[in-house]
């Protein structure tokens, strides 16, 4: 989660403790898929796993690999992302957030790339409390503007 191993191990603790599920994958409405990596997010189309027309090996063979996925581009984040999720009105939206950063990702109509990077202000009280850590972010209805 961090470069610094004490601080990762206080935020591995916490998000088990409170039984948060990091949601490091996500998909849209067109099939696209969305991986949280370290500090990276990586765009994929799982549309080649389905080929049902030249089947190569069973379905119940080994589990998905990652050179499987078409691979549609990556770009870097400046956190380590917690979580993900689209917005349900428009699926160039993305929101990401860590234990203190979230941002809104606004991504291209391919959906292979970064349009465009929109940083949240999380108004955090660490000084009055150790483990405050941003746990979750949802979409509002009717949020996005763009």
Not at 6 to 25: P, V, Y
Not at 34 to 43: I, K, Y
């Amino acid at each position: 989660l961090s470069s610094d191993p004490s601080t990762d191990r206080i935020k591995k603790a916490l998000l088990s403790k409170n039984s948060i599920k990091r949601s490091a994958l996500v998909s849209d409405s067109r099939g696209r898929i969305v991986v949280a990596e370290p500090n990276a997010l990586f765009f994929c189309s799982a549309l080649p796993l389905v080929n049902v027309r030249y089947p190569t090996a069973p379905s119940s063979s080994s589990p998905i690999d990652r050179n499987q996925l078409c691979c549609l581009g990556s770009n870097k984040i400046d956190f380590s992302i917690v979580g993900m999720q689209f917005c349900p009105e428009n699926d160039r939206h993305l929101v990401i957030w860590g234990t203190a950063e979230a941002s809104i990702i606004v991504l291209s109509k391919k959906c292979d790339r970064v349009e465009k990077k929109i940083d949240l202000v999380i108004e955090l009280e660490p000084h009055e409390c150790d483990s405050e850590y941003l746990l979750k972010c949802d979409w509002l209805p009717s949020s996005e503007t763009h």
